[in-house]
């Protein structure tokens, strides 16, 4: 067993019994014989550490195993102390988590979610889809943030949004990875095949309820609705490919008919008092999952942009591309890493030279690219399709007015259709301009082209 979550196991369940038996809480002097005596210290070794007289401890040790027996019921000394407790532990984990975990560890102050971690070896982590994604360049800034609003600022959901092929699973894993220890569940899932709400809460709940190993032979746990386990227990939560909650061919973030009971579980994560949190991803969020001002308390959104120049150059020098400096054209994918591994790749296999590629329009765009793109287009609204593909037609970035002068729509609805196509990643906005990536608009280019037969 890890000797420090033993460690801080100990401290909190024995600092639990004393406070129940005797009404306050552990002075410093039994913390380090408790910790002392755990790591297999005599009191003599004890003693020279803290700089004290190793008769006055030994007093200290045997009033804390008088307290610990009392409460345990069974003759507690400092020799079958640790063995006692890790009895005690393997006890909770596999007992009724919801209950014992509460009333053994954590009653008798009030819960402080700043800087809770799993205080106990009770963690239920169901990773097995989490994808496998290899190599992984800087996104220090990105993961500081996520890590300040989830660690520091508690926050109970985040959006990380973006275009396809951007990284957001990619960081995500990065994240999990990093702060995982912090929870006591970290559970991952896709919604690629839109599962209805009922089935993703039976197979949370699946999850928070299976025995553990060492409880084989234990019964299935109660079952409780999916919230109380989250406000019970500190998870997290990531759901990925959240788009597909959404109806194609509408603005971006209306749900699927049937989907409603999903925007009912976003408003109790967002709203009822817990220490869990939500990481929603994908291409659009559903609508109503977060609320109208972005940066509210116990929320964060991130619309996540292409990895950096020297990221975008270590991923380059990965791939051992020839003559790289000559290929300029390579700035133009704006540093989306699926893009640029999609390009490479085909160069390679090609052996394309720079001097075949002479101008922009005819940035390569390989077919997996494509069909990635088209699937995105596939989902926009009739009149984002026409706002985008005005936007991709102008030379220069183009604001709001010259946008409605040569709109046949409506303002309101134009303006609705930029918004959503903002939210989308699909245009970009700056100094109150818009404007389409080389890559979409090559994208789009090639798709009118071939409609037209060509
Ligand atoms: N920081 C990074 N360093 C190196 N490679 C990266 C990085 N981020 C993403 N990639 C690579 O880019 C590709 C796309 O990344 P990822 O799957 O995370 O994108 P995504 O935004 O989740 O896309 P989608 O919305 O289609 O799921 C993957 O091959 C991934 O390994
Ligand atoms: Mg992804």
């Known amino acids: 067993m ?49 700089e004290c007289s190793d008769s006055h401890l030994r007093e200290v040790g045997s009033e804390l195993w008088k307290i610990i027996s009392e409460e345990l019921g069974d003759k507690i000394s400092k020799s079958n102390l640790r063995s006692e407790l890790e009895k005690l532990q393997v006890s909770i984990c596999s007992s009724d988590c919801v209950q014992q975990i509460d009333s053994v560890i954590y009653s008798g102050e009030p819960r402080d979610n700043s800087g809770v971690s799993p205080k106990s070896n009770c963690q239920r982590h169901d990773l097995s889809q989490m994808p496998e994604l290899g190599a992984f360049y800087d996104r220090a800034s990105e993961l500081d943030t996520l890590k300040t609003w989830i660690l520091q600022e508690q926050c109970r959901i985040i959006a990380l949004m973006g275009i396809s092929g951007i990284g957001k699973t990619q960081l995500a894993r990065q994240l999990v990875e990093q702060i995982q220890s912090e929870f006591e569940s970290v559970i991952w899932r896709s919604l690629e095949h839109a599962p209805p709400f009922a089935q993703l809460e039976a197979d949370f709940i699946q999850v928070f309820c299976s025995p553990q190993p060492e409880d084989a032979s ?29 109806c194609p061919g509408e603005l971006a973030g209306k749900y699927k008919p049937g989907y409603e009971p999903y925007k009912s579980f976003f408003r109790k994560i967002r709203t009822l008092p817990h220490q869990s949190c939500l990481i929603l991803m994908g291409w659009e969020h559903p609508r109503d999952c977060l609320p109208l001002k972005k940066h509210s308390s116990g929320v964060g959104t991130m619309q996540l942009k292409g990895l950096d120049p020297l990221s975008t150059e270590a991923l380059l020098r990965e791939t051992e591309l020839e003559n790289r400096e000559q ?60 706002v985008l593909h005005l936007l991709a037609q102008a030379e220069e970035p183009v604001n709001l007015g010259q946008l409605l002068q040569n709109q046949t729509i409506e303002a309101s609805n134009s303006i609705n259709a930029l918004h959503s196509l903002c939210d989308r990643s699909l245009i970009e906005r700056k100094n109150k301009r818009y404007s389409v990536s080389p890559a979409i608009k090559q994208a789009l280019h090639l798709h009118d082209s071939q409609k037209k037969g060509y």
């Not at 919230?227 to 490919?241: A, F, N, S, T, V």
Request: with cysteine.
């Open 2 to 50: 890890d000797i420090e979550k033993m460690l801080q196991f100990a401290e909190r369940a024995v600092d639990e019994i004393v406070f129940t038996n005797r009404g306050r809480h552990m002075d410093d002097l039994e913390k380090a014989v408790l910790r002392g005596t755990l790591r297999r210290k005599t009191y003599k070794e004890i003693a020279k550490e803290l």
């Open 327 to 386: 290929w300029q054209m390579l700035n133009l994918y704006e540093g989306n890493p699926f893009w640029l591994k999609s390009v490479v790749f085909q160069i390679q296999e090609l052996e394309i030279e720079p001097t075949n590629i002479s101008s922009e329009h005819s940035l390569l765009l390989p077919e997996n690219v494509k069909d990635n793109l088209q699937e995105q287009f596939d989902r926009l609204s009739p009149q984002e399709q026409q």
């Open 218 to 246: 234990a019964e299935k746990k109660k079952e409780l609705p999916l919230i109380q386990y989250l406000q019970k227990h500190r998870c997290l939560i990531i759901l990925d490919d959240i788009h597909n909650l959404c």
